[in-house]
């Protein structure tokens, strides 16, 4: 085989190859998620709950690990904490929220009560509008620890029992 012939066929093969290649399917993108991808906090140890804003009577936790994002929108688990409860005492209310991050934009998707034994009532749809996000609020660190994924100050906690047993610090 001459070094003409020998080209020749190299580059037919490369040809081949790239179609080939092309040919080939690829799966759809994953959605995305805080830290990964939904594969990946499905494999997690779970839960890792923040707080991140107290007031006198409440205390607010988010679940960095429960976001899912899905192009612009993403939703986020925030929980209420009451702080004038009695030990033992796990009340407490869970919230999903809807976040636009390039619109600043949000609302709460669903919520659900926990009672005193902790356990989860029924999760109801709230049906609320989008609101836009007023810088600095409430809703607008929920968008920056979700969207910008940013973490509150340490520590954090495994469940909001968990938090609530360390004396809801």
Known sequence: MTIRKYAIATAILSLWAGAAAAQTTQPPPPVEVLGGTAE???QSTGPEWWAFSRAPNKHYLIDVNS????????TVMVARVPTDTPAGDYSHTVDQF?????????????SSDA???GVPGEVFNTE?????????SFDDAIR???CDDMRPQPPSYASVKAYIDAGRP
């Open 144 to 146: 920056e620890i979700s």
């Open 40 to 42: 990946a906090v499905q």
């Open 67 to 74: 976001v899912v994002k899905t192009g612009d929108e993403l």
């Open 115 to 117: 009672f005193e034994d």
């Open 98 to 110: 809807g976040i636009r991050c390039g619109a600043r934009q949000s609302h709460v998707v669903t």
């Open 128 to 136: 609320e509008p989008w609101e836009s996000i007023a810088r600095d």
